[in-house]
């Protein structure tokens, strides 16, 4: 009776060990998961089209925090952008960019003025390096016109200041009613500053010449904060913080740079965001990942994602790269920018993307990708490696553009240097 009850058992493990390495051997491979989430989309006279187009439109109405993890200085992704502002447009409350917040503060007015461009010039040459992104001809364009679409609306800048920022910064303190001593100080700073960004231009290499990037002693920023904190108002000693902390970012190296740098992005969305309407926040996609980042980071992403849960709504996360074309790259002090081609895939941190080439086939002429991750996310998916599981955990949407094209420097920086 014994041996039968045990014959019986085998037979039943047995059964149940065929019925999963069958299943093991019918499950979809990642290629195989994104080609069944596959839709096509396009972007044409600000707006979307196409199968995908319900899919992203749909999933925009859901969400109030609408994170787009992008690749920079290109002219596609701002446009993409834009977009999703002229459909949100009527609840849209802000738009948080990977920009300093006294740089942002600083060119606003400039952004509704009639010759916006001009103006935008005027600054990127009276203050080089001095702004991140912002200073680019799509992203101004696509700033501007978020802007026209709701007066309303309020521009959140997340990041440390710039590493060209410490002439502004000293001349926003400058700005404020301060003590003599104060006064004296800020100067002496600010002389010091420009004969930095003067070899800096000189050389096209800001490293240790500007104030930012390890300009000046401990002991000089030691004794201006003392004397502001004599002789200064609130705001010049705001300012002040603000230049001390983005110092440290950029001097203290290594990942622990980017972990404070993190902890900073929070601080200035918990600070700034709108209690109420959309909020759009564009950055690079590392730092818009729900939960660990490519740097094993808890960066924005994961963030906005624990607000959006206390909110009761969804975060919606949408990673938007190209598989190819030129990038434009920082290019020096008072330089252009440098131009050089690229396949994403052959980039180590992005050789995953290879999948979602697959699973799109040959690119259509006009026609973009989008792979509703959010389907696959509770899918088992055979070669699914730890890279292509952060993605899937971390983003909801995947846009895939076949080519990006590079925006350009508003004012033409370094025009007659070498």
């Known amino acids: 009776m014994k041996l039968k009850r045990l014959a019986a058992i085998v037979a039943i493990v047995s059964s149940l060990a065929g019925a999963g390495v069958a299943a093991a051997q019918t499950r979809p491979t990642v290629t195989e998961g994104l080609r069944s ?3 096509a989309l396009s972007l044409a006279d600000g707006g979307f089209s196409g199968p995908g187009a319900a899919t992203l439109t749909e999933a925009v109405r859901q969400a109030r925090l609408i994170a787009v993890g992008e690749d920079h200085l290109t002219r596609e992704i701002p446009a993409f952008v834009e977009a999703l502002c002229r459909q949100t447009a009527p609840e849209l409350s802000g ?13 606003a007015p400039d952004l509704t003025a009639p010759d ?8 990127n040459r009276r203050y080089p390096a001095a702004m991140a992104f912002v200073d680019n001809r799509a992203d101004n364009d696509m700033t501007a016109a978020c802007l026209a679409l709701q007066p309303r609306l309020r521009l ?20 404020e009613p301060l003590s003599p001593e104060a006064r004296r100080e800020a100067e002496a700073l600010r002389r010091v500053e420009a004969q930095g960004e003067a070899e800096a231009a000189q050389s096209g290499d800001p490293q240790g010449h500007l104030l930012l990037l390890g300009l000046g002693s401990d002991e000089d920023l030691a004794r201006m904060e003392a004397a502001l904190e ?17 110092r440290k970012i950029y001097l203290m190296g290594g990942n622990a740079s980017n972990q404070d740098r993190a902890r900073l992005l929070k601080s200035n969305l918990r600070e700034n ?11 690079g996609d590392w730092h818009l990942y729900r939960g660990y980042n490519p740097l094993n980071n808890r960066d924005l992403g994961n963030w906005l994602a624990e607000r959006a849960d206390e909110e009761g ?23 252009p920018l440098r131009m050089e081609p690229f396949r994403m895939v052959e980039d180590r941190d992005y050789g995953w993307l290879q999948a979602a080439v697959d699973a799109r086939g040959a690119a259509t002429p006009g026609q973009w990708d989008l792979f509703d991750l959010r389907k696959l996310r509770d899918r088992r998916l055979d070669g699914a490696d730890f890279n292509w599981r952060r993605v899937l955990d971390g983003y909801d949407l995947l846009v895939l553009i076949p080519e990006l094209t590079p925006t350009e420097h508003i004012g033409a920086p370094s025009e007659g240097r070498p």
Do not use: N, W
């Open 230 to 246: 004599r002789g200064g108002t609130p705001k010049a000693r705001a300012i002040f913080s603000e230049l001390e902390r983005s």
């Open 95 to 107: 738009l948080a960019l990977e920009v300093g917040p006294r740089a942002l503060a600083a060119i």
């Open 37 to 39: 989430v596959h839709q």
């Open 116 to 123: 916006r461009l001009r103006r935008i010039a005027d600054f």
């Open 313 to 335: 709504r969804p975060s919606l996360h949408i990673l938007i790269l190209g598989e190819a074309g030129v990038h434009a790259l920082f290019g020096g002090y008072e330089r």
């Open 156 to 175: 959140i800048g997340l990041d440390q200041e710039f590493l060209g920022a410490g002439g502004l910064l000293l001349d926003r303190i400058l700005a």
């Open 273 to 283: 965001l709108p209690a109420q309407g959309k909020v759009i926040l564009k950055m």
